[in-house]
């Protein structure tokens, strides 16, 4: 089975700032990855798709780059309605597998 | 417009049953592969299982197969998770989940709002 490794597990900025997310494959999953957003009582929501294509409606500060075993997610310049829990998941084999989330709070 | 809601949730003793459903509408449901996500309170997203469009392919995660079954029923737009021998580690939300497929292999795009199920004596 694949590994989903996630960092940090949870992050504190403040709104303006630029933050960066990384997950980490234990094998090599090209660019079958995605990442998802996810607040309290609320299903996740998709952000990025294979690795780096911005999924519809999501605004242009959030970008995913990577391939292979390593990959980020990088909010720009945070929003307030941008603090939540950020999953990636990788769908190259099944079982798929999730990062275990970066909860991203306010400073 | 994509929706899928969620049923069948609810409290269970451990070893017991429960059968989740799952309605789809506002997409041709015979088309897509779908999933099922859990989520314990408090903890990260878990995929469970996935089955394509004619139920050819079924894919679980190790911590349920054996106990669990997905299936689907084309004509009546429904998807659903035959949850037996619980224990109380499978207490999560369970969120139902299209498959989208692109070059990069299928995941989740619309997800519903899911059901808590809750193994306890």
């Known amino acids: 089975d694949i590994q989903m490794t996630q960092s940090p597990s949870s992050l504190s900025a403040s709104v303006g700032d630029r933050v960066t997310i990384t997950c980490r494959a234990s094998?090599?999953?090209?660019?079958?990855l995605g990442w998802y957003q996810q607040k309290p009582g609320k299903a996740p929501k998709r952000l990025i798709y294979?690795?780096?294509s911005l999924q519809s409606g999501v605004p242009s500060r959030f970008s995913g780059s990577g391939s292979g075993t390593e990959f980020t997610l990088t909010i720009s310049s945070l929003q307030p309605e941008d603090f939540a829990t950020y999953y990636c998941?990788?769908?190259?084999?099944?079982?798929?597998?999730f990062g275990q989330g970066t909860k991203l709070e306010i400073k | 417009e994509v929706q899928l809601v969620e049923s069948g949730g609810g409290l269970v003793k451990p070893g017991g049953s429960l059968r989740l459903s799952c309605a789809a509408s506002?997409?041709?449901?015979?088309?897509?592969?779908m999933n099922w996500v859990r989520q314990a309170p408090g903890k990260g997203l878990e995929w469970v299982s996935s089955i394509s469009s004619s139920s050819s392919y079924i894919y679980y995660a190790d911590s349920v197969k054996g106990r669990f079954t997905i299936s689907r029923d084309n004509a009546k737009n429904s998807l659903y998770l035959q949850m037996n021998s619980l224990r109380a580690e499978d207490t999560a939300v369970y969120y139902c989940a299209r498959a989208h497929y692109d070059s990069s292999g299928y995941y989740p795009d619309y997800w519903g709002q899911g059901t808590l199920v809750t193994v306890s004596s």
């Open positions: 506002g997409f041709t449901f015979s088309s897509y592969s």
């Open positions: 998941l990788q769908h190259n084999s099944y079982p798929h597998t």
């Open positions: 094998q090599g999953i090209r660019n079958d």
């Open positions: 294979a690795a780096s």
